[in-house]
């Protein structure tokens, strides 16, 4: 049987010079002599370090650490720092693609030596790969964290970072990089024509944030034991949202025509997810069996063709992505093209307008809280709007409620 591995290395006595040593990462460390209360203070010391430059070894003056070795440390950092729920958030993915930038240019130079020059050519990359100039600005950021993260461990001299700190964000106007369109609401009539196509889980979970502008991860991680029933409007406090690390609270007003919507979700296990993938996926079976044509005396019967345990099974939450993946299925399939349909035949120029098309009569859920607050604001005004939203600051409900263009024409009419 193989001898386990220790975690810690262990505290020891080295013979001939009767000195106390510990052996971190194949060095030989001494700590004075052996057995006195010093040295356990100073083995505490090392381990201390060890554990928290995360087991790796010190970078010392005739071994500097490469730049593609700072990208594996700090990705290892950021999966266990950028969490919620036990799960990686959108942070992890974004360090991952300016990971790629680093590694295939600058992998093998020392970290020590990546100054300001090397991250304009990198930046100058990404634009020409046709990233907008917001994600290319996003991804400077997040090369300026990983060496500030890095000099904080002294991986590398905060000359380092000081120097890129330097290189400022791409202005708009003054780059070629290309520019993104603000985000608009979606219009009721779009997202009519829309619900026809969904499932009865996801139409209702469309409705309800139209209703109460509230964000998709919301609508999806909302559960009955998370409403306040008392009142007459409900109140809904999510578990968790998107500012709870800023010490901030969220809540969510729900009134009668949203009640109405979910009063068929209630009945269940307080604890489990009001809208659920694993319901739609029945009632989507469901629907298929009813329209089949071959009569249940022959071929399978509903049910009995399906796998003990299969790869891929609908899940008890929707997740985000998941959610704005129906609305788009939905939307193909209400706003088809002319003359193109989704096939393996298509050529390249073809599939290439197919996938403008579908680009551009697609609307995903974070618009539907655009919809509600525009209405809230051009009904009662920018507090308002600013409270249903959960905003700290009215500038931020600005970005999401578009102004009352009526007013502007009712005064010119008036005063032009």
Known sequence: MPRPKKLIPSYRKHRASGQAVVNVNGRTVYLGPHGTRASHREYDRVIAEWLARGRAPEPTADRRISVVELCARYLTFAKTYYQKN??????????????????????????????????????????????????????????????????????????????????????????????TKPIPPVDDATVNATLPFLSTVVGDMVRLQRLTGMRPAEVCQLRPCDLDRTEEVWVFTPASHKTEHHGRERTIFIGPRGQALLEKYLHGDPQ?????????????????????KVPLAYGNRPGTNRKTQPQRSPGECYETDAYRRAIHRACDRAFPHPTLKPCTDLTSAEQAALNAWQSAHRWSPNRLRHTAATEVRKRFGLEHAQVMLGHASANVTQIYAERDHAKGVEVAKALG
């Open 86 to 179: 036990g799960r990686c958030t959108k942070v992890v993915p974004g360090v991952k693609c300016v990971i790629r930038y680093l590694r295939e240019w600058y992998g093998r130079e020392p970290a020590a030596d990546f100054g300001p020059i090397a991250l304009k050519a990198i930046r100058q990359r990404m634009v020409e790969d046709g990233l907008s100039r917001r994600y290319v600005n996003d991804h400077v950021d997040r090369v300026k964290r990983m060496f500030k993260w890095a000099a904080s461990e002294q991986l590398v001299p905060h000359e380092t970072y000081h120097a890129l700190a330097l290189v400022a964000g791409l202005r708009r106007g003054k780059t070629a990089a290309r520019e």
């Open 272 to 292: 489990r997810c009001c809208f659920r993938p694993c319901d739609a996926e029945a009632e989507r079976l469901a629907k298929r069996s009813k329209s089949r």
